[in-house]
């Protein structure tokens, strides 16, 4: 039996690196309108068709050194990277959940979360079909877990995270002329919750706490750059604040200090905001991505 379990996980690893290296495919011809399946790989600099040895997922990588083998034009980093991701993230599906109908369910969701991930990052944009696709396989997935129960749970959920997204989105409104958030985000809160139900909250707030880990550093250094130096020191205590919270729930005094100065950041950060040039959507879909992937490897 243990024997059969890591030949399968050997599988599962081939399947996740050839997975990824069709899902560089997806995100890039998604982004550029070209067919999936038909036109063989070529360089995008030099037009050159790719030789067979050059698309082995990873190994062709390291083998031409991270350049194209015709004209040396530096190949990007997201093709390896997002076949290990692919790899390492189907893997622990079949780790954690084994031969099941759950492990089939998230593999396909992973690929949906990798693909959106993919395109907005690089382009800013997220095909909400697949977030569509997504929410479908999530309400068939709870209905044949649990029937009707499981078809009000994703409703549900579909309802709480479609809204909550769309109410954030829309309150970039309040400062600016335009949405915080893109209307994609609004698609995938809402697919993710017809997965998880009412869970959907638990899932966005991790997205949230991981998107801090990513927004805030980059966030402070250029207040920091710019001069800004109230938001910096007003961030830093907020920060340290964190360290004392459970004291801090102990002490009303503190407490009221401890909201003051982060209700003080916040309408210091909306500031920052407003006067900032660049006003792009945030890329908010890894964020959501992140959330569902702590949820469903730690929190389950
Ligand atoms: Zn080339």
């Known amino acids: 039996m243990v024997e059969s379990f890591y030949y399968f996980l ?7 690196l050839c997975f990824g290296s069709f899902f560089n495919v997806v995100i890039l011809r998604s982004l550029s309108g070209e067919s999936i399946v038909f036109p063989p790989s070529k ?5 050159n068709k790719l030789l067979f040895w050059h698309n082995i997922p990873v190994l062709s990588y390291i083998l031409l050194r991270g350049k194209c083998y015709f004209c040396k034009e530096k190949i990007s980093i997201q093709y390896p990277v997002v076949e290990i991701t692919t790899m390492l993230l189907f893997a622990a599906v079949f780790v954690k959940f084994g031969f ?3 492990t089939l369910f998230a593999i396909f969701w992973i690929s949906c979360l990798i693909i959106m991930t993919g395109t907005d990052l690089k382009e800013q944009t997220v095909d909400c079909n697949i977030a569509i696709i997504m929410g479908i396989s999530g309400i ?32 970039g409104y309040l400062f600016t002329e335009t949405r915080a958030m893109g209307e994609a985000d609004t698609f995938v809160a809402g697919a993710l919750g017809a997965i998880f139900g009412r869970d959907i909250i638990v899932v966005l707030f991790l ?3 991981a998107s801090m ?11 920091y750059k710019n001069n800004n130096k109230l938001t910096c020191i007003l961030g830093v205590l907020f920060g340290l604040s964190f360290v004392f919270l459970q ?6 005094y503190m407490l009221a200090i401890f909201m003051i100065l982060g209700i003080s950041l916040a309408i210091s950060i909306l500031k920052g905001l407003k006067h900032s040039e660049n006003r792009n959507y ?3 879909v890894p964020a959501l991505a992140a959330g569902a992937l702590i949820f469903l490897f730690f929190v389950i």
């Open 43 to 47: 360089c995008p600099k030099c037009g």
């Open 100 to 102: 099941s109908v759950t």
């Open 140 to 171: 068939i997935f709870n209905v044949v877990s649990a029937g009707w129960i499981g078809f009000a749970h994703s409703l549900t959920g579909i309802i709480i995270g479609g809204l909550i997204l769309e109410l954030i989105a829309r309150s």
């Open 282 to 284: 945030l890329p908010y």
């Open 10 to 16: 050997f599988w599962i690893c081939i399947l996740g």
């Open 207 to 209: 997205g949230l706490l």
């Open 213 to 223: 880990a990513f927004i805030l550093p980059v966030f402070f250094y250029n207040q």
């Open 247 to 252: 004291a801090l729930l102990q002490n009303y």
